[in-house]
């Protein structure tokens, strides 16, 4: 048998039971070709990096490094749905990872295609693809993954593992159009730390359409009142300013339901808005 999990989003979030089946529920990935995760490597579309001895690394995950048994998770509910940051499935001696977003979870009329349809109106669906994010090998103790900036919500820590951007990238960004440097602050001043972010952030962008660009600016700016703003750009004086730049572009800010208190995540996961 096996069985759907769901990592449900925020700092508590629980693993959650969908459902089980005897089918297949992902396809799992053709792993011939491999190679150990190097940050300057940029991979073929039929490669995978892949980390052994992954359970020594010391990357949380709530599944791996356990003995499975579907027993002991909760169903999950209609309203949690919405709030599900990664899928999960079980395999046989496999768990396949993948990242859930917004343009998978449709709320549509739809209709099943047969030869006597008929309309189904305020059923969401949920789309598996076919691909996943993470392959984890029990036997063998291997991770296999595409993008660190994919899954890093999935293993908490294996972000430093995510090289730094050049100094060409770094450049890139900095010259982005909503980041002014002010002062005497420049690329060369930008710390390892930040090089890392920042490469974590070029992938990010990379992924953003303009409007989200527009909305990714307005976010960091109610959240981060203290770095300055000249029209549509940050005004960046010192690796302080940059930082929060950054982790408002990962989207680690949010706000408490009660108290309406501002917080920053420490541990990197996709937050729902309600």
Same mark, same amino acid.
């Given at each position: 048998?096996?069985?759907?999990?769901?990592?449900?989003?925020?700092?508590?979030?629980?693993?959650?039971?969908?459902?089980?089946?005897?089918?297949?529920?992902?396809?799992?990935?053709?792993?011939?070709?491999?190679?150990?995760?190097?940050?300057?490597?940029?991979?073929?579309?039929?490669?995978?990096?892949?980390?052994?001895?992954?359970?020594?690394?010391?990357?949380?995950?709530?599944?791996?490094?356990?003995?499975?048994?579907?027993?002991?998770?909760?169903?999950?509910?209609?309203?949690?749905?919405?709030?599900?940051?990664?899928?999960?499935?079980?395999?046989?001696?496999?768990?396949?990872?993948?990242?859930?977003?917004?343009?998978?979870?449709?709320?549509?009329?739809?209709?099943?295609?047969?030869?006597?349809?008929?309309?189904?109106?305020?059923?969401?669906?949920?789309?598996?693809?076919?691909?996943?994010?993470?392959?984890?090998?029990?036997?063998?103790?291997?991770?296999?993954?595409?993008?660190?900036?994919?899954?890093?919500?999935?293993?908490?820590?294996?972000?430093?593992?995510?090289?730094?951007?050049?100094?060409?990238?770094?450049?890139?960004?900095?010259?982005?159009?909503? /980041?002014?440097?002010?002062?005497?602050?420049?690329?060369?001043?930008?710390?390892?730390? !930040?090089? =890392? @972010?920042? +490469?974590?952030? #070029?992938?990010?962008?990379?992924?953003?359409?303009?409007?989200?660009?527009?909305?990714?600016?307005?976010?960091?700016?109610?959240?981060?009142?203290?770095?300055?703003?000249?029209?549509?750009?940050?005004?960046?004086?010192?690796?302080?300013?940059?930082?929060? /730049?950054?982790?408002?572009?990962?989207?680690?800010?949010?706000?408490?339901?009660?108290? !309406?208190? =501002? @917080?920053? +995540?420490?541990? #990197?996961?996709?937050?729902?808005?309600?």
């Amino acid at each position: 048998m096996n069985h759907l999990l769901a990592k449900i989003t925020g700092r508590n979030g629980a693993i959650l039971k969908v459902m089980s089946d005897e089918n297949d529920l992902f396809d799992l990935p053709d792993l011939s070709d491999t190679l150990t995760y190097t940050p300057s490597y940029k991979l073929e579309d039929y490669e995978w990096y892949k980390l052994d001895n992954f359970l020594s690394h010391g990357y949380e995950n709530d599944l791996i490094g356990t003995t499975f048994n579907s027993t002991v998770y909760n169903q999950i509910t209609k309203k949690q749905y919405s709030k599900i940051d990664y899928l999960c499935g079980k395999q046989g001696d496999f768990f396949l990872f993948q990242k859930m977003s917004s343009t998978r979870l449709l709320n549509k009329k739809w209709f099943e295609i047969s030869g006597a349809p008929t309309l189904e109106i305020n059923k969401p669906i949920i789309i598996l693809n076919s691909y996943v994010d993470a392959t984890y090998s029990i036997n063998d103790d291997i991770l296999y993954f595409k993008n660190i900036a994919t899954i890093k919500s999935m293993f908490k820590g294996i972000e430093e593992l995510y090289r730094e951007a050049t100094q060409a990238e770094v450049d890139d960004f900095l010259n982005h159009n909503f /980041i002014s440097l002010v002062g005497t602050f420049s690329s060369d001043k930008v710390k390892t730390s !930040n090089r =890392k @972010r920042i +490469a974590i952030a #070029i992938d990010i962008l990379n992924q953003f359409t303009e409007d989200d660009e527009r909305q990714i600016f307005q976010y960091i700016r109610s959240y981060c009142e203290d770095v300055p703003v000249n029209g549509e750009a940050f005004l960046v004086s010192t690796e302080n300013h940059l930082k929060k /730049i950054l982790y408002g572009i990962e989207q680690r800010y949010y706000t408490t339901p009660l108290g !309406n208190e =501002k @917080r920053l +995540a420490n541990s #990197i996961l996709t937050l729902s808005v309600d």
